[in-house]
């Protein structure tokens, strides 16, 4: 049997490529921003502005951040030098009427070192009606004049609210590009992650199903070599569970040569023993013949088709009450599984007998619940000791071994219930209810 894989290149291979490609769409972003983007535009303020602030004058600004006096203990710094600044420093002083030596203009220099700003920088300026001889100073810029008592008054522009104009471009060219490269990196993602999904997926179908088809999967290399060995660990644990059904149809159709001869070897018995034998040999046949069928229908598992799980119980509870017994199920939603009509029928009718037999009455209910299909049947007998709520389950066991067949049965029902809640990938359990009576709940994945 052939695995069915074609790997492609391996998953080591695919994330360095994936990362490759997010580098270099990085550096192409972060290229295309540096060129295409404007450089930010600076703000400047004439040597009146800035005065008139220092008089205590209110002045507003549609376009640049308003300018703000304030007070401190020391001079601003760092204090810019040039051949300009001792005009401007005079100027200040001139008009404000104080000494030069106590203005002080700080800022950063070379902040604005772009070409493009200082074409930008003129064409503002000249926008503005300034004359070449008006002096101003470029933001940012603190300038700080000594007063008497030693402090310093300092004129700044206010500290910005939020993100300037050019800050608020570059967040919006980068949510741009991560939009644009988000489908780029779905796509990796997704391919990246659908093959282990897929395997999964074909895990989870093999605990329903171990006749179910080999895993067949394209994706990397490290992929294939996990499906190879899954598909091979399937093919050994379906020929294990096929040896061991086999062993025990062997055994069970064997012992019916033996059972034979005992019986003809009784005819000589006197007659109150020979009805005693009879009987255990009785009870021998038909664990033997359940035993068969049991191993028949593990064999040969029905097709799974979709099935509506409330008709059914509904179904069987009708038929039930037509011969007398007490069984009814509860009104609710219609729920659709895959499944084998007749494993699931075997299964409910199973439980609906036990309950009638051992509890006097069955009520059912079908519902869903976290993605199961879940069937719960009530009846209103003693339940079960916690300790054997497990017990019961395994084959051939009876809580009363003294109990007659025809009120006990061979033991082999809730095993079988349990065999098929299995196979379809679900499970049953048994809960005593707490005003008194049993409830049987099969869990069964939609």
Same mark, same amino acid.
């Given at each position: 049997m052939k695995s069915g894989v074609r790997p492609t290149a391996s998953l080591l291979v695919q994330l360095l490529t994936l990362t490759g490609l997010t580098l270099v769409a990085a550096w192409a972003m972060s290229t295309l921003l540096l060129f295409m983007l404007p450089p930010p535009s600076p703000d400047f303020y004439r040597l009146s502005e800035i005065e008139r602030?220092?008089?205590?004058?209110?002045?507003?600004?549609?376009?640049?951040?308003?300018?703000?006096?304030?007070?401190?203990?020391?001079?601003?710094?760092?204090?810019?030098?040039?051949?300009?600044?001792?005009?401007?420093?005079?100027?200040?002083?001139?008009?404000?009427?104080?000494?030069?030596?106590?203005?002080v203009i700080a800022g950063e220099r070379g902040r604005f070192s772009d070409r493009r700003v200082g074409r930008i920088l003129r064409d503002r300026v000249a926008r503005a009606g300034m004359s070449d001889e008006e002096h101003f100073l470029i933001e940012p810029f603190a300038v700080g004049v000594r007063q008497p008592d030693g402090r310093w008054a300092v004129v700044r522009t206010r500290a910005p609210v939020g993100l300037n104009d050019w800050q608020q471009r570059v967040v919006l060219w980068f949510a741009l590009s991560a939009m644009a490269m988000s489908p780029v990196a779905w796509v990796f993602a997704r391919r990246l992650s659908k093959p282990?999904?897929?395997?999964?997926?074909?895990? @989870?179908? %093999?605990?329903?199903?171990? *006749? +179910?088809?080999?895993? &067949?999967?394209?994706?990397?290399? #490290?992929?294939?070599?996990? =499906?190879?060995?899954?598909?091979?660990?399937?093919?050994?644990?379906?020929?294990?569970?096929?040896?061991?059904?086999?062993?025990m149809g062997a055994i069970?159709?064997?012992?019916?040569?033996?059972?034979?001869?005992?019986?003809?070897?009784? @005819?000589? %018995?006197?007659?109150?023993? *020979? +009805?005693?034998?009879? &009987?255990?040999?009785?009870?021998? #046949?038909?664990?033997?013949? =359940?035993?068969?069928?049991?191993?028949?229908?593990?064999?040969?598992?029905?097709?799974?088709?979709?099935?509506?799980?409330?008709?059914?119980?509904?179904?069987?509870?009708?038929?039930?009450?037509?011969?007398?017994?007490?069984?009814?199920? @509860?009104?609710?939603?219609?729920?659709?599984?895959?499944?084998?009509?007749?494993?699931?029928?075997?299964?409910?009718a199973n439980l609906l007998e036990n309950a009638v037999k051992f509890g006097g009455r069955a009520r059912a209910r079908v519902f869903r619940d976290a993605g199961h299909a879940v069937v719960e049947i009530d009846d209103d007998g003693p339940g079960i000791p916690p300790q054997e709520a497990e017990k019961v389950f395994e084959p051939f066991y009876r809580r009363e071994p003294s109990r007659s067949r025809q009120t006990g049965g061979i033991g082999l029902g809730l095993a079988v219930v349990r065999s098929i809640a299995r196979g379809h990938g679900g499970d049953v359990n048994l809960v005593n209810r707490a005003g008194g009576g049993l409830t049987a709940r099969v869990e069964l994945p939609l």
């Open positions: 602030t220092f008089r205590g004058a209110e002045q507003t600004f549609t376009e640049r951040r308003p300018l703000e006096l304030t007070s401190q203990a020391q001079s601003p710094s760092p204090r810019l030098e040039g051949r300009s600044i001792p005009v401007l420093r005079d100027k200040i002083a001139e008009d404000l009427g104080v000494q030069a030596s106590d203005v282990i999904q897929v395997f999964a997926d074909a895990a @989870e179908r %093999l605990g329903r199903d171990p *006749r +179910a088809p080999p895993l &067949a999967l394209r994706g990397p290399a #490290e992929i294939g070599v996990a =499906a190879r060995a899954f598909n091979e660990m399937q093919k050994r644990l379906l020929r294990y569970v096929e040896d061991r059904t086999a062993m069970a159709h064997d012992l019916r040569t033996p059972l034979t001869r005992l019986r003809f070897r009784i @005819e000589s %018995l006197p007659e109150e023993q *020979r +009805a005693k034998y009879a &009987a255990d040999l009785d009870q021998m #046949e038909e664990m033997i013949t =359940a035993t068969l069928a049991f191993v028949r229908d593990a064999s040969r598992p029905g097709e799974r088709t979709p099935l509506e799980l409330s008709s059914l119980v509904e179904s069987l509870c009708d038929e039930m009450s037509e011969t007398g017994a007490q069984a009814e199920v @509860e009104p609710g939603e219609k729920v659709v599984l895959e499944g084998d009509p007749m494993a699931l029928r075997r299964l409910v």
